[in-house]
């Protein structure tokens, strides 16, 4: 696999338009941020919260595939050939767009990462290396679940195609099984950064 420049910077740009435009329409209690352990108080629905912020990358990684499929599909109808979207379906789709999630995650936290001691309360210096490992397991996450949104398109794309048959040692090549256990990975990876992050900052 390999990524997209063009399609990882498209994802990048929507998932960071998504996320602000959540935070504008959710009310309070339902938009999740890290920073919500340390500098706020207010009263967050933390795990409806969590996952209204990382249905954003799946659904924004779903979108795209849905769409790069009818593109192709649109550009092979016309001119007898898919051309580049060919290579972008089957090669980097998926890449770039967990790629992009992943960088988006970072492009919104990274202040916090890189410039702590000057934007963090003295008496949370010593949980820095808690909240690092906190985001990082948030980052994946969120990584995570754009993986998911682009095998459950990928997987009602191929409904109609061959499938293994159903046995123990191919339960995981079963379309519908991919992003059931990448949403599980993600799930598991964001309950542990929150449960850190909400650790390190309970006073």
Do not use: C
């Amino acid at each position: 696999m390999s990524l997209s420049p063009t399609l990882f910077v498209l994802a990048i740009l929507g998932n960071l338009a998504v996320v602000r435009l959540q935070g504008l329409l959710l009310p309070d209690s339902l938009y999740f941020s890290f920073s919500a352990f340390l500098f706020e108080n207010r009263d967050l629905d933390r795990p409806l919260a969590l996952a209204a912020k990382l249905a954003m990358p799946f659904l924004l990684s779903f979108a795209a595939i849905l769409v790069i499929d009818r593109l192709r599909k649109a550009r092979e109808t016309a001119t007898g050939s898919a051309g580049p979207f060919d290579r972008l379906m089957t090669e980097q789709a998926t890449a770039s767009l967990v790629g992009g999630a992943f960088a988006t995650a970072f492009l919104l936290a990274w202040p916090y990462i890189l410039l702590w001691d000057l934007l963090i309360d003295p008496e949370f210096h010593r949980y820095r290396l808690l909240y690092t490992l906190a985001y990082m397991a948030y980052f994946t996450g969120f990584a995570y679940f754009a993986l998911a949104g682009a095998n459950t398109a990928r997987a009602l794309l191929a409904q109609d195609g061959p499938r293994p048959p159903l046995t123990l040692a191919t339960l995981i090549d079963q379309p519908f099984l991919r992003p059931i256990a990448n949403a599980a990975t993600g799930s598991l990876t964001t309950a542990v950064a929150a449960f850190i992050a909400m650790r390190a900052g309970a006073p």
